[in-house]
């Protein structure tokens, strides 16, 4: 069966980030900051449930076949236990894609990203992003583990292995972010599917 593709358009894109509010103490400088971009829509909740409902989000995506292809649904559910804060990019109220971040000394770490895989432009979409957000807290870099299916888009973005296992990193000491318009932890388990959870 062959994947009809829709284009993603950035003008109608919306940007959510949520903090864990478990972890909200350590990162509300964090979220401070990211408040004063206009292009990302900050929700400090200190609601957990509020935070459950977006985890709920996330669970319900990766059920789907348009999501999360080969990431391992249970290194999902750690990740959205233990990350610092949630992203979502929004076309038309319809979720776009997803990442699970932590603030980790001058990094972004990346723990999951997932985008609908029949957008074309989503992905380079919330690189962007999440470089601008990397940029705006005052960190030097980006850092993810890729799966292997999604090693040739990070190079393209500019990742570079560090090692022989390749943990991707993206340095950003020369990087200008763009001009924003106007507002429309270690894991236990592997990253990938195994053949028995395909």
């Given at each position: 069966?062959?994947?009809?593709?829709?284009?993603?358009?950035?003008?109608?894109?919306?940007?959510?980030?949520?903090?864990?509010?478990?972890?909200?103490?350590?990162?509300?400088?964090?979220?401070?900051?990211?408040?004063?971009?206009?292009?990302?829509?900050?929700?400090?909740?200190?609601?957990?449930?509020?935070?459950?409902?977006?985890?709920?989000?996330?669970?319900?995506?990766?059920?789907?076949?348009?999501?999360?292809?080969?990431?391992?649904?249970?290194?999902?559910?750690?990740?959205?236990?233990?990350?610092?804060?949630?992203?979502?990019?929004?076309?038309?109220?319809?979720?776009?894609?997803?990442?699970?971040?932590?603030?980790?000394?001058?990094?972004?770490?990346?723990?999951?990203?997932?985008?609908?895989?029949t957008m074309k432009g989503i992905?380079?979409?919330?690189?962007?992003?999440?470089?601008?957000?990397?940029?705006?807290?005052?960190?030097?870099?980006?850092?993810?583990?890729?799966?292997?299916?999604?090693?040739?888009?990070?190079?393209?973005?500019?990742?570079?292995?560090?090692?022989?296992?390749?943990?991707?990193?993206?340095?950003?000491?020369?990087?200008?972010?763009?001009?924003?318009?106007?507002?429309?932890?270690?894991?236990?388990?592997?990253?990938?599917?195994?053949?028995?959870?395909?």
């Amino acid at each position: 069966m062959q994947l009809l593709y829709m284009q993603f358009d950035t003008k109608k894109a919306t940007i959510q980030c949520i903090f864990n509010p478990n972890l909200i103490g350590e990162n509300v400088v964090y979220a401070d900051t990211l408040e004063t971009m206009k292009s990302v829509e900050v929700l400090k909740s200190e609601n957990k449930r509020t935070y459950k409902n977006y985890s709920n989000l996330i669970q319900s995506l990766v059920k789907s076949k348009t999501f999360c292809v080969g990431v391992n649904k249970d290194y999902i559910a750690d990740s959205l236990d233990t990350s610092d804060a949630l992203l979502f990019v929004y076309m038309d109220a319809e979720t776009c894609g997803f990442a699970t971040l932590n603030f980790v000394d001058t990094a972004l770490n990346i723990d999951v990203i997932c985008t609908n895989n029949t957008m074309k432009g989503i992905g380079s979409f919330m690189i962007k992003t999440l470089k601008n957000i990397t940029v705006k807290i005052g960190f030097t870099s980006i850092k993810l583990k890729s799966v292997m299916t999604a090693l040739g888009f990070y190079l393209k973005q500019n990742f570079i292995c560090e090692n022989d296992l390749c943990p991707m990193v993206l340095n950003l000491d020369n990087y200008q972010p763009s001009k924003s318009r106007s507002k429309s932890r270690s894991k236990s388990r592997s990253k990938t599917q195994s053949n028995k959870s395909k």
